[in-house]
Nanobody
Framework: QVQLVESGGGLVQPGGSLRLSCVAS????????IGWFRQAPGKQREGVAC????????YYDASIKGRFTISRDNAKKTVYLQMSSLRPDDTAVYFC???????????????????WGQGTQVTVSS
């Protein structure tokens, strides 16, 4: 069973940057899709960025395109979300997830997830 642990959240001013980390343990990430999702108060959980482990294919939600970058470190079994130009509406709990599907777009847009991390809070405020 795969376990996912997120870290790196915190309070940042608008325009600032944060890097979130998701460390995976147990199981295998071969052919897997790892995604970052977020849930803000009053909103549904939505896919932010997803990465396919073997081919390094990525998918980004249009709302963050050009501001966030998802990447992986194979040796550390870690997925990162580098966030820049943060806005107040980026405030949310960010979750790392192991997808049930094998394409980045399907996992991110369909929220089809096998395992969730516990989440890390990101607050963008002055």
């Amino acid at each position: 069973q795969v376990q996912l642990v997120e870290s790196g959240g915190g309070l940042v001013q608008p325009g600032g940057s944060l890097r979130l980390s998701c460390v995976a343990s147990g199981g295998t990430l071969d052919w897997a899709v790892i995604g970052w999702f977020r849930q803000a108060p009053g909103k549904q959980r939505e896919g932010v960025a997803c990465i396919q482990w073997n081919y390094n294919h990525t998918y980004y939600d249009a709302s963050i395109k050009g501001r966030f970058t998802i990447s992986r470190d194979n040796a550390k079994k870690t997925v990162y979300l580098q966030m820049s130009s943060l806005r107040p509406d980026d405030t949310a709990v960010y979750f790392c997830a192991l997808g049930r599907l094998t394409t980045t777009q399907d996992v991110c847009t369909k929220n089809d997830v096998r395992y969730w991390g516990q989440g890390t809070q990101v607050t963008v405020s002055s």
